[in-house]
């Protein structure tokens, strides 16, 4: 008997523990009603917010969106879509598909437009760096040399010693050698003044003159005239500036 009333008692208290837990379950889970009506209901205000939904009307939210975070494969294959419209960052009228102002772009890979990254491997630039750049690296034939278009020779073909730092390479001398060819005299003879025209050779003490055209011929061979370098000796270089040349990786 005395057990039949133990058992009794402990069926009430645990269904008044039951109903206890059951309470306070349903007020935590309960659904919070808007505290007022539209259009009163402002967002903000608890139970006013719209949730996300697949409606056609625009959406806002005022703070951030994260998405895929604890999504696992292959659900988090695509992260975002957006099929139409254009997306805006750091602006509410983006005028172009992806519209970024007042910050950078940072990506860890390629910036590639129509599939083509935007600056293709090898692609040369000059930068007034130490060192070349992350994804560049240095172009060692270009030290020390003007860069000039390709011919049919090829690319990346060198010519000529690469010039040091700072260096103006002199021109260096040399001579230069010319022909003196033979002199012919024609013309006539006879005493006197000179004729009209022609080269008079007057002999002095009087005597005949010898009058004529003066003329040169340029014969093979002949006697060389040594013509020797004067003055200072310059650079040949234009005035130019030094740059790291580098390559695109």
Not at 72 to 79: E, I, K, M, N, S
Not at 112 to 118: F, I, Q, T, W, Y
Request: proline residues 6%; charged residues 10%; hydrophobic residues 35%.
């Amino acid at each position: 008997m005395l057990q039949k009333k133990i058992l009794e008692q402990f069926k009430l208290s645990y269904g008044i523990l039951l109903g206890i837990a059951l309470a306070i379950g349903l007020s935590v889970l309960a659904f919070t009603e808007p505290s007022q009506a539209p259009p009163g209901c402002t967002p903000g205000t608890a139970g006013c917010d719209a949730p996300l939904n697949v409606g056609a009307a625009g959406q806002q939210k005022l703070g951030g969106l994260v998405l895929g975070v604890n999504c696992v494969l292959p659900d988090c294959t695509t992260g975002l879509i957006v099929q139409n419209g254009n997306v805006g960052i750091g602006t509410v009228s983006p005028g172009a598909k992806l519209d970024v102002q007042g910050g950078d772009i940072n990506a860890s890979g390629k910036i590639k437009e129509s599939g083509n990254a935007l600056i293709p491997s090898g692609f040369v630039g000059y930068f007034n760096l130490g060192v070349c750049p992350f994804g560049w690296s240095p172009l060692a034939s270009g030290d020390g040399r003007y860069i000039v278009g390709r011919t049919s020779g090829g690319v990346g073909v060198t010519a000529g010693t690469a010039l040091s730092s700072g260096e103006d390479r002199p021109v260096g001398q040399h001579n230069h050698t010319i022909t003196d060819p033979g002199h012919n005299h024609g013309g006539s003879t006879g005493s006197g003044g000179n004729s009209p025209g022609g080269m008079a050779v007057q002999y002095s003490g009087g005597g005949t003159d010898i009058q004529g055209s003066h003329n040169h011929s340029i014969p093979t061979g002949g006697t060389n005239i040594l013509v020797n370098n004067t003055g200072s000796v310059a650079g040949t270089n234009a005035p130019y500036l030094q740059l790291l040349v580098c390559q695109k990786d």
